[in-house]
């Protein structure tokens, strides 16, 4: 067991306050720009892409085959990893004295008269939760499960467990003189929030990258 931070949006800290996330997936990363991932048997690996091919030669009837290279892929996670999450926070001051920590998925602190960076006497300034130290941390998961599968994978019930929430409109009858009926599932809002964070960074839904899978539940601090 290890103790390892890992970094929430706001909206996803939210949803674990609320008892609604207890899974989250991320993105598999390649370690080398020249290789390929591939699934063998329950295993994930790096599979060299740039290998000269095959080559025969008539004349000693041989044919020289270049080996290519694969590097396993190491679980970021372990079942029983303690998880401290890096949340959007700032310090809390007073022009005599230094007060705490709040965090932006409470919403702006009302009972200080100043928040942000205190050390660097900044208010009103949230700082990324990349920046978070270990004290700060107020929320510890640990970890259930790790296993790795392709984004579009996903089923609805683990859009749920991801935080995501289901829309129904039965107020309309399909009509165009009302309000039209439609079902936004836990899987579309999902893909939408996936893609709200990730495409930019190359690894859209659409795309359909290979992910580690994360089941926690939430400890006392």
């Not at 370690?31 to 690996?45: A, F």
């Not at 008269?113 to 208010?123: A, E, F, T, V």
């Not at 499960?145 to 995501?164: F, M, N, P, Y």
Request: charged share 30%; proline share 6%.
């Amino acid at each position: 067991m290890s103790e390892k931070p890992i970094l929430f949006s706001t909206p996803m800290v939210q949803a674990i306050l609320a008892g609604r996330k207890t899974m989250t997936r991320r993105v598999v990363k390649k370690k080398y720009s020249n290789t390929n991932i591939e699934k063998r048997r329950d295993i994930l690996i790096e599979v060299q892409n740039d290998t000269p091919p095959d080559v025969y030669n008539p004349e000693t009837k041989m044919t020289t085959r270049h080996l290519k290279m694969c590097v396993p892929i190491n679980q970021p996670y372990r079942v029983g990893d303690v998880l401290w999450v890096r949340e959007t926070w700032a310090n809390t001051w007073t022009p005599d004295d230094y007060e705490g920590y709040v965090y932006k998925a409470d919403g702006v602190p009302e009972k200080f008269p100043y928040w942000g960076d205190g050390r660097n006497c900044k208010d009103e300034v949230w700082r990324p939760s990349i920046f978070m130290p270990r004290s700060a941390a107020r929320i510890f998961l640990k970890v259930k499960s790790v296993k790795v599968e392709r984004l579009q994978d996903i089923t609805e019930e683990d859009a749920r467990s991801e935080g995501c929430i289901d829309f129904h409109d039965k107020i309309g009858d399909g009509k165009f003189d009302d309000v039209a009926e439609f079902d936004f599932t836990a899987k579309d809002a999902f893909i939408e929030l996936w893609d709200s964070l990730n495409a930019k960074r190359g690894y859209g839904c659409d795309l359909n990258p290979w992910v580690w899978v994360i089941e926690f539940e939430r400890m006392e601090a």
